[in-house]
């Protein structure tokens, strides 16, 4: 029997690394022999794939960040082992859910963007197309975070200090990288990326740097030891940290050693293995013909002049050969318009880097402007469109310049690239730009963590088929007005709120209610994502309740998650203001009984699997053209919440497959933004509406405490008296009295059970846009050709 086989393997391997027997060791080393195991299971289809993918035109992603999340849940059912895996476990001598919250969820990622990269990886693999990533193997994640008085406290995230035993150290394969002043190594680390049921296996390769001659011993005779370990450390903190995604980031050094660090050992690995694979091509003539790397925004943008400098010096072809070939292979991704994001590097840090990279960038900018000259562009233009400008590099420009395509992560935000942000980038390359709406793997973010929907859905539709084509879920449409089925529907939202109840009072010792309305928000925290409106919201209703107890509305229980960046003051500080409403909401014994607040401790993937599952409410509340995307959003919808949403990023392409009647949509438009934004007056909006008034000043008042930080009078400054940048700019107050009445409105259809069940089937039956499924087939087709 599999099962037997299984878990003899699996014993076999505890006693190799520990020298016990099973009911002797720990449940980490029954999880670490368990995940061997399954990477013993899957190596021949993982060299199958690897072999097979060598003599195919392959696609490569590179990205500074891979959020994978944990992987052995994940690998479990797309290789299919889940039928085994609970009676293994069983016989193991521990629970299957036990064994998985053994992994550490590596946080190899900020947010939108990393997730964004690992479900591509998957979806890539499951459909059988030859994708690899490429990226950093950070030794420390994002920062962990919790609450030390409602404030935010991080600490380091040291993922491997239990071992890693999803990847393998391929030594071997290691790679020099030279810097103006350091040479390091480049050790790649593999991870099998399995598709879904087909034992397509693809690869993720991160890289740790490491000193080449990492001790000196002479030194350490000597008894100079700091000294001895310095070149060692040196090199190490190359890949020490991943940077957390700050809105005041200073051009550190650190960082951009580490973009180059990761692109320089890509390029240099599948140079060399093309090479080997095809000898005779001494001119690369067909390196494109096998080549796309796809750029996830512009921390890998280094690879362009990276893959110059090897086809120029090392490879000795001319300007004019290699270029032709950097032209054809390099498409780029934008994520955010937010002007803060848009990596410039100051030329001396460039030079620092690797002086030879930013002589060729320079001189690609060079032949640019003079392109641009003999086209008759003005220098108003051309100042618009360089490369190297005001002792900066642009990233941006240098991406756009020389990819095939550049696209956007959702419809309106394409648009706002091509009218706006990139505006004289369209005219001048219409026919590079195209919209790739972002989406996320189902199989993560429904089969592996909401199980119960998942199987029902399978028996309505009678096969799993939908799994591998989402936009069937289409079909569930035709039980909309079954009243069994929406029944169904409620009992499986009420038990996953059930079980993210007894998980948020086990890990944050808040009681909450699973027959309240769970309205959630949880994203990285930012003022664009306007936290701050749901916290002024819940004020609101607070005093609404104080004034009035005996008010009728649905309990409802606000549930939060997410990081500040350490550096990110008005982001921290929106933070201990949410805590401070929670502690003052949930110690009310009358305003408690209708209203609870909860944010949740360090908000991460493997957090996420039990909190979509569990929303009724999702709450994408950015102030309208400032969210590229999303993909939260799209987590929520096909685990059946109904979106409480502004018209931004892909909320409004939800609102387009699910119906404006399914959501609940409020806000400003863009177009009302731009007509108002000359004009807008916070304060007298503030001085003349007693609500708002009302609400804000509880940012002033001794109802609630700040612990002597300042914060609250900071964020009052921020949306009423702001001396030093525009005050509320992202139009919270603005947007108040309609996000006011959305809520409203959602008390009022909460109360008819059956009617909300239909909105919630609705939503999930409208989903199938938003598999990553379709995403990446869109780009293996129109972009990569693959
Ligand atoms: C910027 C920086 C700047 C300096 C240091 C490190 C760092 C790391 C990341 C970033 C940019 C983050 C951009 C991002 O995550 N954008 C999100 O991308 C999602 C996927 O396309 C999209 O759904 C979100 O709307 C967008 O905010």
Request: include cysteine; charged fraction near 30%.
């Amino acid at each position: 029997m599999e099962k037997d086989r299984i878990v003899e393997q699996i014993k076999d391997i505890v006693l190799y690394k520990t020298g016990k027997t099973i009911d002797e060791v720990s449940p980490q080393a029954k999880y670490e022999a368990s995940s061997i195991m399954i990477m013993d299971d899957i190596k021949e289809d993982w060299a199958k794939t690897t072999k097979k993918n060598k003599d195919r035109r392959n696609a490569y992603y590179f990205s500074a960040e891979f959020l994978i999340g944990r992987s052995f849940g994940n690998n479990i059912l797309n290789y299919g082992l889940n039928h085994e895996a609970e009676g293994v476990a069983e016989e193991l001598g521990i629970s299957l859910s036990a064994l998985e919250e053994m992994e550490e969820d590596p946080a190899l990622g900020n947010g939108g963007l990393g997730r964004l990269a690992a479900c591509f990886m998957e979806s890539a693999a499951t459909e059988n197309l030859p994708l690899q990533g490429y990226g950093v193997r950070y030794s420390q994640g994002l920062f962990k975070q919790y609450f030390n008085q409602g404030f935010q406290m991080e600490e380091g995230d040291d993922w491997t200090a239990l071992g890693d035993p999803w990847s393998l150290r391929k030594q071997a394969e290691t790679k020099i990288v030279n810097f103006k002043d350091q040479k390091v190594l480049a050790v790649p680390y593999d991870t099998p990326v399995i598709g879904y049921r087909n034992k397509n296996i693809n690869t993720l390769r991160l890289w740790q740097a490491e000193a080449i001659n990492g001790f000196d011993f002479s030194k350490f005779n000597n008894s100079l030891y700091d000294d001895s370990m310095s070149t060692k450390n040196r090199a190490e903190d190359i890949t020490r940290v991943l940077y957390p995604n700050d809105s005041q980031k200073a051009g550190k050094i650190l960082r951009l050693k580490q973009q180059y660090f990761f692109v320089s050992a890509s390029i240099q690995d599948i140079v060399s293995k093309y090479k080997q694979h095809f000898p005779l091509d001494i001119k690369f003539k067909d390196f494109s013909k096998y080549h796309i790397f796809q750029l996830n925004d512009t921390h890998p943008v280094m690879a362009i002049p990276e893959l110059m400098r090897l086809l120029l010096d090392e490879n000795f072809l001319s300007w004019e050969e290699a270029w032709k070939i950097t032209k054809k292979v390099f498409a780029f991704t934008n994520h955010t318009i937010l002007q803060e994001a848009m990596e410039k590097w100051s030329e001396d840090i460039v030079e620092t880097v690797n002086p030879r990279c930013f002589e060729i960038i320079k001189e690609i900018d060079r032949r640019f402007i003079a392109e641009l000259k003999e086209s008759k562009y003005t220098n108003e233009k051309i100042e618009e469109l360089r490369i190297v400008s005001k002792g900066t590099v642009r990233m941006a420009n240098l991406a756009i310049r020389t990819s095939i395509k550049v696209n956007g992560v959702a419809e309106l935000h394409t648009e706002i690239l091509k009218k706006d942000t990139l505006k004289d980038w369209y005219e001048l390359y219409p026919s590079k730009f195209l919209n790739k709406t972002n989406g996320i793997t189902p199989r993560r973010w429904l089969v592996y963590s909401n199980k119960e929907l998942s199987n029902y859905i399978t028996e309505l539709l009678g096969s799993d088929d939908w799994i591998l084509d989402l936009s069937k879920l289409k079909e569930l449409e035709k039980y909309l007005d079954d009243e069994t089925v929406l029944k169904r529907i409620n009992e499986i939202k009420y038990n996953n709120k059930v079980r993210l109840a007894k998980y948020i009072k086990e890990n944050e010792g808040v009681d909450i209610d699973p027959n309240s309305i769970f309205d959630i928000q949880v994203k990285r925290l930012h003022e664009y994502k306007r936290q701050l409106l749901n916290a002024l919201h819940i004020v609101y209703l607070y005093n609404k309740i104080k004034s009035n107890p005996e008010i009728d509305i649905v309990p409802r229980t606000f549930i939060f998650g997410g990081k500040a960046a350490p550096g990110y003051f008005r982001a921290k500080s929106i933070i201990k203001f949410i805590n401070e409403i929670a502690k003052l909401v949930n110690n009310d014994p009358i305003v408690s009984k209708k209203i609870k607040v909860v944010f949740v401790e360090n908000f991460r993937v493997s957090y996420g699997e039990k909190i979509y599952p569990a929303a009724d409410v999702s709450e994408q509340i950015s102030t309208a053209g400032k969210e590229a995307s999303g993909t939260g959003n799209m987590k929520f919808m096909l685990n059946g919440a109904l979106t409480l949403g502004t018209y931004d990023g892909a909320n409004i392409e939800i609102f387009k497959e699910a119906g404006e009647d399914s959501n609940f949509v409020f806000g400003a438009t863009v177009e009302e933004l731009k007509e108002i934004e000359s004009t807008y007056d916070p304060e007298q909006l503030y001085l003349n509406d007693e609500v708002i008034k009302e609400t804000v000043d509880i940012l002033k008042s001794d109802i609630i405490n700040d612990n002597g930080s300042y914060m609250f009078l900071e964020i009052y400054n921020s949306l009423i008296a702001n001396k030093n940048e525009k005050p509320d700019a992202y139009f919270v107050l603005k947007d108040f009295h309609s996000y006011v009445k959305a809520h409203e409105k959602i008390d009022k259809e909460y109360r008819d059970s059956l009617s909300w069940a239909r909105k919630s089937l609705k939503n999930i039956a409208n989903a199938g846009k938003f598999s990553s499924d379709r995403t990446i087939k869109e780009y293996a087709n129109e972009i990569w050709d693959i």
